[in-house]
T-cell receptor, first 114, second 117 residues
Framework: DTAVSQTPKYLVTQMGNDKSIKCEQNLGHDTMYWYKQDSKKFLKIMFSYNNKELIINETVPNRFSPKSPDKAHLNLHINSLELGDSAVYFC?????????????FGPGTRLTVL | AQTVTQSQPEMSVQEAETVTLSCTYD???????LFWYKQPPSRQMILVIRQEAYKQQNATENRFSVNFQKAAKSFSLKISDSQLGDAAMYFC??????????????WGLGTSLAVNP
């Protein structure tokens, strides 16, 4: 049983297109995250939602819009894709705001913008 | 602002031997958490070990252990009896304990570990 799942795992698209990445967790967690990992493996948080409310919103272009329809889902929509958006995007989840809450990561979505 | 530094971009170890990955961090906080995550070629991020700053005892998980030096702000990971499956990127991460809504992890740049048969 997959704890945190992402679809699709691979996404190849043209510049200027709009695409979405979906994330679902079946752990009963109330906090979810989106990370971006660039080609140099640098991992950077983009967004965090707690109980469907946006908690963390790092400096991310407004072309990126997260949507959390419920606690188990956090989708990432990207408008007007650019070459620099090519990266691996990870979804993660954790339980609450407790101090020792481990983050569970999804398998990642490799986005390639041509 | 907190920072995490991993000074070894790449490391290698012979199978069955021991390797230590270094991590240093900078913070003015007294309470925080430190983590080591593993990212194998499958890309999955997996928690390896966690250390609470208020605990003096070093965390241990099977073949993985840490050397936590709070005064020196150092948090190294030791892998004993290295196995081929240990080959991966290893990320050190930090999180404040009492940070209100700002509970984000601060990540190092990673160390790529190769295990030679």
């Amino acid at each position: 049983d997959t704890a945190v799942s992402q679809t699709p795992k691979y996404l190849v698209t043209q510049m200027g297109n709009d695409k979405s990445i979906k994330c679902e967790q079946n752990l009963g967690h109330d906090t979810m995250y989106w990370y971006k990992q660039d080609s140099k493996k640098f991992l950077k948080i983009m967004f965090s939602y707690n109980n469907k409310e946006l908690i963390i919103n790092e400096t991310v272009p407004n072309r990126f819009s997260p949507k959390s329809p419920d606690k188990a889902h956090l989708n990432l929509h990207i408008n007007s894709l650019e070459l620099g958006d090519s990266a691996v995007y990870f979804c993660a989840s954790s339980q609450g705001w407790g101090s020792d809450n481990e983050q569970f990561f999804g398998p990642g979505t490799r986005l390639t913008v041509l | 602002a907190q920072t995490v530094t991993q000074s070894q971009p790449e490391m290698s170890v012979q199978e069955a031997e021991t390797v230590t990955l270094s991590c240093t961090y900078d913070t003015s906080e007294s309470d925080y958490y430190l983590f080591w995550y593993k990212q194998p070629p499958s890309r999955q991020m997996i928690l390896v070990i966690r250390q609470e700053a208020y605990k003096q005892q070093n965390a241990t998980e099977n073949r993985f252990s840490v050397n936590f030096q709070k005064a020196a702000k150092s948090f190294s990971l030791k892998i004993s009896d290295s196995q081929l499956g240990d080959a991966a990127m290893y990320f050190c991460a930090y999180r404040r304990t009492h940070a209100g809504n700002n509970r984000k992890l601060i990540w190092g740049l990673g160390t790529s570990l190769a295990v030679n048969p």
